[in-house]
């Protein structure tokens, strides 16, 4: 158990549709991570918050956004869901700012089908 | 831009064979940093090892050992005497020094290793 909680672990939604996933991080830790990972794209970064702030932003759609919580959870909301956003969605955690060498823990995922 | 590539898709061994999972990757960056993770059946991905860029001394931790060789962009990861809970994808993954997103993980494609009983 690597102490990252994600909720929920399957979601079953229509196209157009909107939808949030949310993660609680290790206790302790300040960065949130989220990744998708599909069969066409593999495992892509999505974003990072450290301690609340976007610290950085890599292949995320524009119809994605996230923001941690002063709780330090987070939330990735999908909206207007198109069929190719089928996706396993992973949140990690760390206890650094994001230099790189970051040994990330990950939650277990969220399915995500868009019918 | 970084690059990782993992050209093996798919391995199956016998059980208490050894196994060694190749992993090429490509940076600009002076400083970058390499990971193994493990994604079993579960689905949870597991951090497994970390490498910098600056330290090409290898290891080994118990079965598992790693051969890094910034001259041929190189990080294997091989398996001693594989073992049926072994089986798993495995993700090699690179991270830039420079800032930013470059500092987040590039993930390769992924190995699929079956152990047989």
């Known amino acids: 158990d690597s102490g990252v909680t994600q909720t929920p672990k399957h979601l079953i939604t229509a196209t157009g549709q909107r939808v949030t996933l949310r993660c609680s991080p290790r206790?302790?830790?300040?960065?949130v991570y989220w990744y998708q990972q599909s069969l066409d794209q593999g495992l892509q970064f999505l974003i990072q918050?450290?301690?609340?702030?976007?610290?950085a932003k890599g292949n995320i759609l524009e119809r994605f956004s996230a923001q941690q919580f002063p709780d330090l959870h987070s939330e990735l909301n999908l909206s207007s869901l198109e069929l190719g956003d089928s996706a396993l969605y992973f949140c990690a955690s760390s206890n650094r700012s994001g230099t790189g060498n970051e040994k990330l823990f990950f939650g277990s995922g969220t399915q995500l089908s868009v019918l | 831009a970084q690059k990782v590539t993992q050209a093996q898709t798919e391995i199956s061994v016998v059980e208490k064979e050894d196994v060694t999972l190749d992993c090429v990757y490509e940076t600009r960056d002076t400083t970058y940093y390499l990971f193994w993770y493990k994604q079993p059946p579960s689905g949870e991905l597991v951090f497994l090892i970390r490498?910098?860029?600056?330290?090409?001394q290898n290891e080994i931790s118990g079965r598992y050992s790693w051969n890094f060789q910034k001259s041929t962009s190189s990080f294997n990861f091989t398996i001693t005497a594989s073992q049926v809970v072994d089986s798993a994808v495995y993700f090699c993954?690179?991270?830039?020094?420079?800032?930013?997103?470059?500092?987040?993980?590039?993930f390769g494609s992924g190995t699929q290793l079956t152990v047989l009983p």
């Open positions: 490498r910098n860029s600056f330290d090409e």
């Open positions: 993954a690179l991270s830039g020094g420079s800032s930013g997103s470059a500092r987040q993980l590039t």
């Open positions: 918050y450290y301690n609340g702030e976007e610290r």
């Open positions: 206790s302790g830790d300040l960065s």
